[in-house]
DNA sequence: TTTTGCCGTCGATCTGATCCATGGCCGCAA
DNA sequence: TTGCGGCCATGGATCAGATCGACGGCAAAA
């Protein structure tokens, strides 16, 4: 990972489908040496994957929220069944395991509050020791996600 | 958007660099077919772009915490004042404006707990009308993002 | 029944990926 | 100084895939 390294992935983070040919360019190199360290990149684990970015809205996912979770029963049993209710939960995109007295702290994503609203109540307010939460409603992302 | 759609994009979430031949053959669609299809989810904006997916820790960015940040100064100014400043700022990955007592909700990442605290003193600590300040350490991704 | 919207197939063309061989440049150690 | 290893650039060959245009079929809507 040195200088040229960091620019390959930058490009790259940035744009996912650019050609070999066009990255060289950007990075000045040459298509084959660039192709080289793209590929060690990848295979090394730098690199895990290229993704297709979606528009929020359009997938019905323009709502989002954060929400810190507590339980009441600490138990191992207990974590592992509402992990493995959020991974089951489409509208939770981020099951966290944090610090502080809140155990979890989830990234919701719905179409709207309404939506919102029924996962709170149909998927949250149905588990067992789920004693606080505090909502973040996101009202806007100054600094849009860099990834 | 119909249910063609809906599996061409969970495709390309997948898997951003897939060809189109197999893209088409994954979805039951002719090459011709699923380009027509792409091109149009393309140009809609359901597809915004396509990303490289980076290892967190290889980037120096294995310690994630998340922050909630109210300031003491409501006006505009303080706001355009703090959003600039994170939006300067390499280690906040997002920031969230937020419902409730707190303004803001950060992502921070970060290489290792010195480089948190130094965020915080050098970064949180340099900043006016910063008066509130909860720090979620994340412990892990039991469901990690799906993105 | 006619129109409209998709889909599949075919062919042509162009770009890019990938592999390979060759040669230059530079720093390090014998 | 000399030889070696690591990197990079260039250019050729080959193959897969992207992209486009055209044509015909089919089914649902009008």
Redesign the pocket.
Known sequence: M?Q?DGKIVRELARDGR???????DRI????????????ELERSGVITGYRAVLNPAAMGRGFVAYVTVGLSDHSKRAQQAFEQAMAGAPQCRECHNITGTREYLLRIEVADLAAYKAFHTDVLGALDHVNALTSYIVMGSPKDERR
Request: proline share 5%; net charge neutral; with cysteine.
């Open positions: 040195d040229i650019i050609s070999n040919t066009e990255l060289a000045g190199l040459s298509p084959s040496a660039c192709l080289r360290r793209v590929q």
